[in-house]
């Protein structure tokens, strides 16, 4: 009886745990015992559970945007900024001409995915020359990017009174209010609300839908490809799969849904954060993934829903939590040790 | 790009095309200096002291670049070391040269710990070095806020009102470093003042502090350009000597041991060295000299900002070392030593170039920053391009 009770045990408490790996269980335990916390005290849970559903919504995409460039063999993108600066410049066009609305949102998402296509294109031609050190170039090239737009954001032909600082007439603020009626837009189509919970019913829905899109992407051919071509290279090209153009495919796409996402991100917080801001963008995101169950080489959407929903939980309880128990911006430190400790822990153990 | 040049000149080509880097910063120093519109006692002056500074940081590098882990984003680490180590001298009263040794004492177990944890990161990460390294100094970075903000003065019994933050923990953001300020440059230094020629000073710290203590730390624009120059002399000896016991190192059994490591892993391990212990000792060698770079900085600027001194440490040394022309896979102590040198000629000016060229110093300001980062990215794809098939 003994036996069979050990052997059950593990073929199905250990063979579960190894499967969900240990990060994700212990970071969901701690969820649970700050959703715990937060209850004890008294604290409203609705209030913090809904503002943990905006947050899912808003970095979401910027979590699904990993997910080509795992896919395609290219690591952690830690390149996502080159995508965000992409974005930031569709962004900030429509702004100029005083759009508001949806009408801004479109034009911006539409101009974003352009720019991040393109830019996405000369990335993934940069890493096609690097391979094996993709995440390492991918970082500074991050890094280069988002303090070059620092100079672009000073000297960009941008006229527009509302987006200039008053004196001078030249260079961008750096943080930009988004034109009326398109701060919030998503958030607050289709809102529900029952008491203290709301969900912000559009942004979810667009973050999901686009989650489908790529879900679909990955079963067509050219998603079949990356794949492959991520998977087993040797194995790719045996079946006459370009590596190379599979890999600038994913790229692109990382890139370009990267320069969506902070679109939605943009207009979701209600700002445009422009200058240094998008500098660290690609940690959490990265971390995100991972805490889902993602790994450098291996990835998925429903990665991306579980990490983002664990992730973003955790950041949004920890802060008033925190502020209950021990006095002083302990969840900043938490969310540091968090994240890298994360990418830390996957990093060390990926095979190659 | 250019025809093949003629056999006389052929020598001059070959050497543009391989020391393309640094010709290029040298050039672009020199424009910036021209155009930042100051003397050049002053930026001689300035960039002297930043030299004095950064120059054993960006020393640290070398060793594992030789041993084949890249460039060690996680010098942080042994800056974190360096400033635990200080803070813990500040704390016993202790001053002057004997303090500062005591805290070059002080910090070696803890950065021996930090460098051996480190070094066994990289070795579960082979290949990822350098990012395991970046991440790790985040990662580091996050333990440390949670030491000295959250620990110092709950957990650890630590009560001293002058370090701590009014609430009674968690240290303060600045702490003042004056009782060793100087201590390891002031034991040699040459003063030297327009119109008045040279004066040397020798180990006389309380007393010259008062006088020069407010020169080296001012900003650009505060110091004019009749104020003295220190050079400190003994900060200079002191790196000099580094630079030969990194050259001493690479020739004993050891150094070979970690280049040929550095060359090629299977077949150091086919040759009978422990590749592993190897690796370790490198990252070791490099933490513990970092955090003594540190010290040297942070002796030189008198105040420490704990939470921010260390954090670019490992960019702003791996800035430099590639701007000297060192690569992923190789780099001499002439590359550090020029690199600094250029780097920060580069961080004096060129905030000074944007303010007389576009009446805005922050452009220049950004301007840096994008060189720092750019320089790193530059140097890694260029490497990565040119060794992507031997991965």
Known sequence: MRERVLALYEKWFLGRVAEIGIPRLLITAFVLTLLGVAYFYGMNLSFLLSDSLVRVGRNGILVLALLPAVQGGLGLNFGLPVGVAAG????????????????????????????????????????????????????????SVVSGTCIFWLLAPFHNRKLIWPIGGQGLRTTLPCTSGMSRFLDDAWRVKFGDFSIPTGLLL??????????????????????????????????????????????????????????????????????LAPLMVAFPAVAALLIGGGSVNRASVSHVLIGTLLFQTLLTIALPVANKVVSGDISEVARVVVANGMILYALTRGSR | MNAPAEHRNFDWMALARKQAVPITFVALCLTLCVMSGQGPAFLAGEVATRLARNSFTTLSLIVPVLAGLGLNFGIVLGAMAAQMAIITVVHWNMAGLSGFLAA??????????????????????????????????????GLYQL????????????????????????????????????????????????GQGMAWTVGSADKTQPATGAVPSTGPESAGAGSPVKIPISTFLLITGLCLGIGWLMATKLGQDMRAVGQDMHIAEVAGIPVDRTRLIAVVVSTVLAAWGHLVYLQNMGTLNTYSSHEQIGMFGVASLLVGGASVSRATVWQALLGTLLFHTLFVTSPLAGKTLMGDPQIGEYFRVFVAYGVIALALALHAWKGGHQK
């Not at chain 1, 066009?93 to 294109?121: H, N, Q, R, S, Y």
């Not at chain 2, 609430?167 to 040459?190: F, H, K, Q």
């Open chain 1, 88 to 143: 930031l410049v569709g962004l900030l066009i429509p702004m100029e001409f005083d759009l508001g609305g949806w009408k801004c949102f479109v034009v911006a998402t539409v101009l974003a995915a352009l720019f991040g296509w393109l830019a996405g294109l000369a990335y993934g031609w940069l890493l096609n020359r690097v391979k094996g050190q993709e995440m390492m170039v991918g970082t500074y090239v991050g890094f």
């Open chain 1, 206 to 275: 667009y973050f999901l839908v686009l989650c489908g899109l790529v879900a679909l992407f990955f079963r067509t051919r050219a998603g079949l490809a990356i794949r492959a071509a991520g998977e087993n290279p040797l194995y790719a090209k045996a079946c006459g799969i370009s590596e190379d153009r599979s890999r600038l495919l994913a790229a692109a796409l990382s890139t370009m849904l990267a320069a969506v996402g902070i679109v939605a991100f943009s207009s979701s917080y209600g700002f445009v954060q422009l200058y």
């Open chain 2, 104 to 141: 070059a004492l002080l910090v070696v177990p803890i950065a021996i710990a930090f460098g051996w944890l480190v070094g066994l990161l990289f070795n579960r990460a082979k290949g990822r070095e350098m990012v395991t390294g970046l991440i790790a100094g985040f990662f580091a970075n």
């Open chain 2, 147 to 194: 030491l000295f903000l959250f620990l110092v003065g709950t957990l650890i019994p630590f009560h001293n009102p002058a370090l701590l933050l009014p609430e009674g923990y968690g240290l303060r953001n600045t702490v003042n470093l004056a009782p060793v300020n100087y201590a390891l440059d002031d034991i040699l230094s040459v003063t030297w003042k327009s």
